[in-house]
Nanobody, 124 residues
Framework: VQLQASGGGLVQAGGSLRLSCAVS????????IGWFRQAPGKEREFVAA????????YDAESVKGRFTISRDTAKRTLYLQMNRLRPEDTAVYYC??????????????????WGQGTQVTVSS
């Protein structure tokens, strides 16, 4: 299993970025797949996830209405569209996949596979 994240960069507050995560070696239909982030000195935190094939996205309260998670099954790619970025969104963003049950979809414990991370920096 491999996850390869890309798309990070430096952007001004209020701007947008789209992260991508190329996934190989697992099926979207029986895995949760999502994004987490980690700012310096802080624990890794949940951002958004898709749970198997139930068609529902799960988002952290801090990103609701600003970030959108999606996937392209044919391209085997996960996306995170980030709009109206804020300085507090600055972090390394990781894509992750695992056989999380629904109650653990927002927990790092539900994910076995992790990408290498991509840096997002939002300037004020």
């Amino acid at each position: 299993v491999q996850l390869q994240a890309s798309g990070g960069g430096l952007v001004q507050a209020g701007g947008s970025l789209r992260l991508s995560c190329a996934v190989s070696g697992l099926s979207f239909s029986n895995h949760a797949i999502g994004w987490f982030r980690q700012a310096p000195g802080k624990e890794r935190e949940f951002v958004a996830a898709l749970f198997r094939n139930n068609g529902i996205s799960y988002d952290a309260e801090s990103v609701k209405g600003r970030f959108t998670i999606s996937r392209d099954t044919a391209k085997r790619t996960l996306y995170l569209q980030m709009n109206r970025l804020r300085p507090e969104d600055t972090a390394v963003y990781y894509c992750a996949a695992g056989q999380a049950i629904l109650s653990s979809v927002r927990s790092t414990a539900g994910y076995k596979y992790w990408g290498q991370g991509t840096q997002v920096t939002v300037s004020s």
